[in-house]
């Protein structure tokens, strides 16, 4: 099959970069046909590419990514940023809602010596988590339950991708995310912040002295995410990364 004969399947299927894409099944299936044949019959049916492939680009790094697990988006890489902000030796981080563990990783390639726990209720997302958070702890478990006891008051940056997406609007998602990625990871209950409410009402307990939240949310729901860290003690401020089209919240102990 040859690459002219992929990129014309691939634009049929309405993949807008599809000669980018033939390329990568082609340098994934390695002269293989018959992989080949199965990618691209897989991505030809819907499958998200990351998916197909098994890997995801994130913050120049391959991430491991299983069928059904989450697909770590680039705007992202802007939480990752805020916490790596003063990040140093020894200092705790946790990652709740990690996903495939894009953003733990990430944190400890840019912080080798911090001590990063990533938690994910998905046992699919941890299973790809302990790939990619080599040298982290990685859990399962809902948001904070997992944690030693011990770790109360001695975390210094709390990460939290949770869900967002309010539920009426998860059938309006483009088919890759809907179709593909699981429900918990997309939807946040009725106005988008049911998860993001129940991890800043927790995290006060985890956080040092000095510590932060940074929970990714969306434009229009920055200011509901702002008004839950503050009923919970937390003082906010919005962050927004045009470039990244990407806006987080950070919520800093009082």
């Known amino acids: 099959m040859g690459r002219d004969e992929v990129t ?39 499958v998200p590419l990351e998916q197909v492939v098994g890997w995801a680009w994130f ?22 940023e805020l916490a790596l902000e003063g990040l140093g030796a020894g ?80 059938g309006l998602m483009p088919p890759e995310a809907r179709d593909y990625e699981p429900r918990v990871a997309l939807d946040g209950g009725a106005d988008g912040l049911a998860v993001q409410a129940r991890v800043i009402a927790e995290a006060p307990r985890w956080l040092a002295a000095g510590g932060v939240l940074l929970v990714e949310t969306s434009r229009e729901q920055a200011e509901g995410t702002a008004e839950l860290m503050s009923a919970a003690g937390l003082v906010p401020r919005v962050s927004r990364c045009e470039e990244l089209e990407a806006t987080v919240v950070r919520g800093l102990v009082a």
């Open 91 to 170: 200092d705790v981080v946790v990652d709740v809602c990690c996903g495939s563990g894009a953003v733990a990783a990430s944190v400890l390639a840019g912080c080798p010596d911090a001590v990063v726990w990533a938690v994910d209720v998905d046992e699919r997302a941890v299973e790809c988590a302990r790939v990619n958070v080599a040298g982290g702890r990685v859990a399962a478990g809902d948001l904070f339950s997992p944690l030693p006891s011990e770790l109360a008051g001695r975390v210094r940056v709390i990460t939290a991708n949770a869900p967002y997406v309010p539920s009426g609007q998860v």
């Open 8 to 46: 014309g399947r691939l634009r049929a299927a309405g993949c807008v970069f599809a000669e980018d894409e033939a390329q990568l099944l082609f340098g994934e299936a390695g002269g293989d046909e018959v992989r080949l044949e199965r990618m691209l019959a897989e991505r030809v049916s819907g």
């Open 59 to 80: 913050r120049g790094a391959r991430i491991v990514v299983a069928p059904g697990v989450f697909v770590p988006r680039r705007r992202t890489e802007h939480l990752v």
